[in-house]
């Protein structure tokens, strides 16, 4: 299983980007995906995710800015982020809780992408 993602890039404060995560390979069923961010030095933090049964969530720090989508038929999912502050610069980092053909149950990542917020 992979995931691969794109979308990354320097914006101005207050602009928008759109990430895309990609899950490819042996797939059964995607349990959960979800975006997370990690500044150097600094713990991995969840962004936003949703499960298979509907449910998302979301960071404080990000709720009323960003969206997390998902295009199932494509197993991708995508954050949207609006207003983006400096604060938001890391490496998006997406996730996925994927079970696959063989029944085996895998927390896959992707390579990440960088997110830069800087005037």
């Known amino acids: 299983v992979q995931l691969t993602e794109s979308g990354g890039g320097l914006v101005q404060p207050g602009g928008s980007l759109r990430l895309s995560c990609a899950a490819s390979?042996?797939?059964?069923?995607?349990?959960?995906m979800g975006w997370h961010r990690q500044i150097p030095g600094g713990e991995r933090e969840l962004v936003a995710s949703f499960t298979r049964g509907g449910n998302i969530n979301y960071a404080d720090s990000v709720k009323g800015r960003f969206t997390i989508s998902k295009e199932s038929a494509k197993n991708t999912v995508y954050l949207q982020m609006n207003s983006l502050k400096p604060d938001d610069t890391a490496v998006y980092y997406c996730?996925?809780?994927?079970?696959?053909?063989?029944?085996?149950?895998?927390?896959?990542w992707g390579q990440g992408t960088q997110v830069t917020v800087s005037s």
């Open positions: 390979g042996s797939i059964f069923t995607i349990n959960a």
């Open positions: 996730s996925g809780d994927i079970t696959t053909t063989t029944y085996i149950r895998v927390d896959a």
